[in-house]
């Protein structure tokens, strides 16, 4: 575990043949982000639709996700992970748990940089969802496209475009 002044980070990882998070942890995280209705959001593609199906996503080898924990009261605050790797570059993916402070996305962006052969972070957000765009952006992700269509909103039922956002993890040394 990674500690900061209020948080510590918590990254997830198969050790032997157990996970480092406990099953009832992410089940209950799943919980919370359904009774927020945040569930929807992050799979508005509806690939994961109840908690069995969460915790063999996240468990997955391609997810590499990470706890944040707010150690003045001892919960955790925001569910992040990277995924889709390839060459130096992850898609990344936040949600939040409480108010989108960005303290926590900056501590979970602190981590990731620490990895030396990624270098660049990217986020495909429906762009119906300026809330996650405007957030990343205080987190230093800049605009670096549109994907017209790219979102299937399966719960909405229609499709809507990406906003394409970047985040380097270090900068290329000329």
Same mark, same amino acid.
């Not at 919980?31 to 569930?39: A, Q």
């Not at 908690?51 to 955790?76: C, F, Q, T």
């Given at each position: 575990?990674?500690?900061?002044? /209020?948080?510590?980070?918590?990254? =997830?990882? @198969?050790?032997?043949? %157990? @996970? #480092?998070?406990?099953?009832?942890?992410?089940?209950?995280?799943? /919980?919370?982000?359904?009774?927020?209705?945040?569930?929807?959001?992050? @799979?508005?593609?509806?690939?994961?639709?109840?908690?069995?199906?969460?915790?063999?996503?996240?468990?997955?080898?391609?997810?590499?996700?990470?706890?944040?924990?707010?150690?003045?009261? +001892? /919960?955790?605050?925001?569910? =992040?992970?990277?995924?889709? =790797?390839?060459?130096?570059?992850?898609?990344? +993916?936040?949600?939040?748990?409480?108010?989108?402070?960005?303290?926590?996305?900056?501590?979970?962006?602190?981590?990731? #940089?620490?990895?030396?052969?990624? +270098?660049?972070?990217?986020?495909?957000?429906?762009?119906?969802?300026?809330?996650?765009?405007?957030?990343?952006?205080?987190?230093? @992700?800049? &605009? #670096?496209?549109?994907?017209?269509?790219?979102?299937?909103?399966?719960?909405?039922? /229609? &499709?809507?475009?990406?906003?394409?956002?970047?985040? %380097?993890?270090?900068?290329?040394?000329?």
């Amino acid at each position: 575990m990674e500690r900061g002044d /209020r948080y510590v980070l918590w990254p =997830a990882a @198969f050790v032997g043949d %157990q @996970f #480092s998070i406990p099953d009832e942890v992410l089940s209950s995280l799943w /919980r919370e982000m359904e009774e927020k209705g945040k569930n929807r959001n992050l @799979f508005y593609n509806g690939n994961v639709t109840d908690v069995a199906g969460w915790v063999a996503w996240i468990k997955d080898s391609a997810n590499y996700p990470i706890l944040v924990v707010d150690i003045s009261n +001892h /919960r955790i605050v925001c569910i =992040a992970w990277l995924n889709n =790797a390839v060459d130096g570059a992850a898609l990344a +993916h936040f949600c939040m748990l409480g108010l989108p402070r960005p303290e926590i996305g900056k501590a979970v962006l602190r981590y990731w #940089s620490g990895i030396e052969i990624l +270098h660049v972070l990217v986020g495909f957000t429906p762009e119906t969802n300026i809330g996650a765009v405007k957030y990343g952006e205080k987190l230093g @992700f800049k &605009r #670096s496209g549109y994907i017209p269509k790219m979102c299937n909103m399966v719960y909405e039922g /229609r &499709r809507v475009g990406a906003i394409v956002t970047t985040y %380097q993890t270090r900068k290329e040394e000329a």
